[in-house]
């Protein structure tokens, strides 16, 4: 792998969008390959072995491409898999999105001595505790509130915009109890869910800091491209490259609906994209090739 290799970012569905657009705005010479599983949606009522072994099929069947860094751009994702698809490809980086977002809710709470951390997050990832670990490694007196807000991803596949009636009072109803908690921060602790930050906000109040993990998420991956040679840059191109690689190129993957994915895009990447490849979840399953048992598969 070169700087020129792509980075891939995956999710089960629009959400991890919501990092790919942090991440062109830091490191726009960069090309991504963007996986959305939207057939096999959503993860956050599924089990560790189920979500690990569809994000190690993900992760096959890009392998071609040479990617020289993965996010699993999908709390629910990082929360039960990261370990195990870490070591199903020793020799690939891979990061998550809990430890960024962790890490920024720290940062957020600043000096108070026993900070109230409010998240909200699928079911999946609130069982694990993933956030509980990483935020107590970091600040052991933290207080912690978590609340699984399972009917906010398919909402949010569904196209539902922050206004609409049931996305106000799903939100209304998630955060009552939360709120009555007297909560310092929030945390999407879901990648889909800074789609609704603005309405999120505005019913939490003003004194309450709401951190989405995509920003942190990007930085966490220019220090990791940096510290490894792999930053794609004008500069670093050869000769006459350096002409065309000023934006980086977005390529999407989709599972299921791709017309949809593309309809749908904008709101979370903030450009129009182009038409994703599909890819049929029968591709991603079959007789394996790779050496740890999982299968190669090779894209068109
Ligand atoms: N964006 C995923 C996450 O961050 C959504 C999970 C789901 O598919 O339920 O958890």
């Known amino acids: 792998m070169s700087p020129a290799s792509p980075i891939v970012v995956l ?34 009522s ?39 698809v870490r070591s199903a490809f020793p020799g690939l980086s891979i990061s998550g999105v809990v430890e960024p977002g962790a890490k920024a809710a720290i940062v957020a ?94 019913m939490v109040g003003g004194s309450v800091v709401v951190i989405d993990s995509a920003r942190q998420c990007a930085d966490d991956i220019a220090a990791r491209l940096k510290g490894a040679n792999l930053l794609r840059s004008a500069e670093s191109a050869p000769g006459d490259a350096r002409d065309v690689i000023n934006q980086g190129t977005l390529r999407c993957f989709v599972t299921d609906d791709p017309d949809r994915f593309q309809r749908l895009a904008p709101r979370f990447v903030g450009v129009e994209i182009a038409p994703p490849t599909w890819v049929s979840p029968d591709e991603l399953y079959g007789p394996t090739r790779g050496g ?5 598969n090779v894209p068109a």
């Open 46 to 84: 599924k089990t560790a072995l189920t979500v690990g072994g569809f994000v190690k099929q993900i992760i096959n069947y890009l392998l071609p491409f040479d990617p020289k860094h993965v996010v699993i751009a999908c709390n629910t994702a990082t929360a039960l898999a990261l370990p195990q």
């Open 109 to 202: 709470a600043g000096a108070k001595q026993v900070p109230t951390i409010g998240i909200i997050a699928t079911e999946a990832t609130v069982k694990s505790k993933a956030y509980e670990r990483a935020i107590h490694r970091r600040r052991n007196h933290a207080r912690i509130v978590l609340r699984p807000t399972p009917l906010l991803v398919p909402m949010i596949e569904e196209g539902r915009h922050p206004g609409d009636p049931l996305v106000r009072l799903a939100i209304e109803q998630y955060l009552k109890s939360m709120l009555q908690h007297g909560i310092d921060v929030l945390v999407l602790g879901c990648t889909h869910y800074p789609v609704f930050k603005d309405v999120i906000q505005k």
């Open 11 to 44: 999710d089960s569905g629009l959400g991890g969008l919501t990092v790919v657009r942090e991440l062109r705005n830091s490191l726009p010479h960069e090309d991504i390959l963007y996986f959305g599983d939207t057939a096999r949606l959503p993860y956050g």
């Open 292 to 296: 740890d048992g999982w299968r190669l």
